[in-house]
């Protein structure tokens, strides 16, 4: 997302002061948008990053439309083009264990890395990490594929039976 950023419209990322690592919560901006159809009003992702590209910066580019941020780690969301241009910043298609394991094989190499925020329960990394971004993933893939693959893509209806030797 951030790479897709700077090359359509120049917007650089910056360093953040410590690596971005864990679940965060977000805020739905604009509900009239197709892409968050089906989001709660708020509605937690992971993210793991050391820089960002800052919302002030993707609000001065008019064509660029917020979809959802949060206080801690920023935009998760943004969308331009009628949806031909999606950013996401974090990561909904993370499982369980993927932020578990990053942070466990940085641990065991010795790496100056902080516990994951709001992944283990009473942040015990011995714990099951809790899941708690999957729905939100699942129906932002789902509308990315309905409304701007599935709904925009011309389809030309052939006589499926010729294929399949029937």
Do not use: C
Not at 15 to 20: A, D, G
Not at 27 to 54: C, I, Q, W
Not at 129 to 157: A, E, M
Request: hydrophobic share 35%; charged share 30%.
């Amino acid at each position: 997302a951030q790479a897709g950023l700077y090359y359509h419209y120049g917007l650089k990322k910056y360093l953040l002061p410590e690596k971005k690592f864990g679940v965060y919560e977000h805020h739905v901006m604009n509900r009239k948008v197709p892409l968050v159809r089906g989001f709660d009003d708020y509605f937690m992702a992971p993210h793991s990053r050391h820089t960002e590209v800052r919302a002030e910066d993707i609000r001065a580019v008019k064509e660029l439309t917020i979809l959802a941020e949060s206080e801690e780690a920023g935009v998760f969301l943004a969308i331009a083009d009628e949806g031909r241009k999606i950013f996401v910043m974090g990561h909904p298609e993370y499982d369980r264990v993927t932020l578990d394991k990053e942070y466990k094989r940085d641990k065991d190499k010795g790496l100056d890395i902080k516990m994951p925020v709001n992944y283990y329960p009473n942040d015990d990394d011995t714990q099951k990490p809790r899941l708690q971004w999957r729905s939100h993933g699942n129906i932002l893939y789902s509308n990315w594929l309905n409304y701007y693959v599935y709904q925009t893509t011309p389809f030309k209806f052939i006589n499926t039976d010729e294929i399949v030797g029937k």
